[in-house]
Nanobody
Framework: GQLVESGGGSVQSGGSLRLSCTASGYTYPTNCMAWFRQTPGKERERVASIPRYGTTAYADSVKGRFTISQDNAKNTLYLQMNFLQPDDTAMYYC????????????????WGQGTQVTVSS
């Protein structure tokens, strides 16, 4: 299976982008999906997550600006990013917890290749 991201690009401060991540070729359901981001020299940061059961969660830095959602019929995960700031510049990765059993804690075992988001001031 694979996770394929799209939707990255360059935008000015205050602008919006929507990232997409389509999962294909997996036998088991996705128990949890998330968006992470990383810039050179920094640790990878979980931006938002959405479990199969339970509620979505966001990093404090993006609360109120980003929205994670999924379309199960299309096996696609989205991240709507509004009011983007230069600090949001990073490589964004889609991640999935895929397996036969559901646990309360997400354990991401599949990753996309990443899509670059660049926000200029």
């Amino acid at each position: 299976g694979q996770l394929v991201e799209s939707g990255g690009g360059s935008v000015q401060s205050g602008g919006s982008l929507r990232l997409s991540c389509t999962a294909s070729g997996y036998t088991y359901p996705t128990n949890c999906m998330a968006w992470f981001r990383q810039t050179p020299g920094k640790e990878r940061e979980r931006v938002a997550s959405i479990p199969r059961y339970g509620t979505t969660a966001y990093a404090d830095s993006v609360k109120g600006r980003f929205t994670i959602s999924q379309d199960n019929a299309k096996n696609t995960l989205y991240l709507q990013m509004n009011f983007l700031q230069p600090d949001d510049t990073a490589m964004y990765y889609c991640a999935a917890d895929i397996g036969p059993y559901y646990y309360a804690t997400c354990a991401f075992n599949y990753w996309g290749q990443g899509t670059q988001v660049t926000v200029s001031s």
